[in-house]
């Protein structure tokens, strides 16, 4: 079992101004004249890790994080505001960040949400992505977001029925998503806290194949739920504003690019097929399935898997 570079502090954190008034917290870490690496995090909303970027060699890689729009230190928190809070906003952040730092171009490592993103910037701008690691891989497809707020409570009933009991009953239960939108949106704070708690506990029984139970320390803070499920519900309510498979269909346009996909083979929150399917779809990409492993990168196999991924674009 491999293990995890040692944790560090970034050298270099800078609050950069982009459109419409939002400000990025941006951090750097490890060699600042090595090799580019962006890490674009999931939730959407969950803010950068430290654990992620000990992933990477810090002798080798200039490791380069952000809080996407609403989230961590990044301004306006999405607590307070959604607007101009858009995968189009996230992907023109990114550039702003790349041209900030004279980054030519740069590896790419995203897990769940991030995979998303990931692959919308790859699309758009492929000349500066040297290659992609990707983990848990998600689209964002109408499929997906069904499967995950609808269809996974046949292996969850009992806290599927808690999940939909938070729902009054002047909005439709059919549409779960829509409904947890208008209730994260209401004017009463005490209605947007219970159900940025509940949108939670039901995302956390599905996280991990093995601890099914386990809920995230950093969701007991109220504040970064709330910010966190804001996103998610506004993000998936829209379909990330991409047109449905179009990241599957555009697969092609990412030839020359290596890719490696890490999933786990137990994934509930990003089932397989997608992986598969983009694997299928893009020249040059290599699928890297880990039996047993959920969605999370600390089940078991994923992280060797990961750093091993990230280790191939070193040499």
């Not at 917290?25 to 004249?33: K, L």
């Amino acid at each position: 079992m491999a293990e995890l570079f040692p944790e560090i502090t970034p050298s270099d954190m800078i609050f950069l101004d982009v459109s419409e008034g939002h400000r990025l917290h941006v951090t750097i870490a490890g060699n600042p004249a090595g090799r580019p690496a962006i890490l674009l995090h999931g939730g959407p909303g969950s803010g950068l890790s430290s654990t992620a970027r000990r992933y990477f060699d810090p002798a080798i890689f200039r490791i380069v994080q952000f809080d996407q729009r609403g989230c961590g230190q990044s301004t306006p928190n999405a607590a307070d505001s959604l607007e101009n809070n858009t995968t189009h906003h996230l992907i023109d952040d990114i550039e702003a960040i790349r041209c900030a730092l004279a980054v030519e171009d740069w590896l790419i490592y995203a897990s769940s949400w991030g995979s998303t993103l990931a692959l919308t910037y790859a699309q758009r701008h492929t000349g500066h992505v040297r290659g992609m690691v990707l983990a848990g891989v998600t689209t964002t497809r109408h499929r997906e977001i069904d499967w995950l707020y609808k269809a996974l409570a046949m292996f969850l009933p009992q806290q599927w029925q808690r999940f939909i009991a938070a729902i009054p009953d002047d909005l439709s239960r059919q549409d779960p998503v829509g409904a947890y939108r208008r209730l994260l949106n209401d004017p009463d704070p005490a209605v947007r806290a219970k159900a940025a708690l509940e949108w939670h506990l039901w995302e956390a029984r599905s996280i991990s194949a093995e601890g099914i139970s386990a809920f995230p320390e950093k969701w007991r803070d109220s504040a970064y739920i709330l910010a966190r499920a804001r996103l998610c519900a506004h993000y998936f309510h829209h379909a990330a504003w991409l047109d449905d498979g179009a990241l599957l269909r555009n697969a092609g346009d990412l030839a020359g690019i290596p890719g490696i996909l890490v999933q786990g083979m137990r994934d509930l929150q990003g089932p397989p097929v997608t992986a598969f399917e983009l694997a299928e779809a893009w020249p040059g990409s290599e699928l890297v399935t880990i039996d047993g492993a959920g969605h999370s990168t600390g089940d078991a196999g994923m992280e060797d898997a990961i750093l091993s991924a990230i280790a191939r674009f070193a040499n």
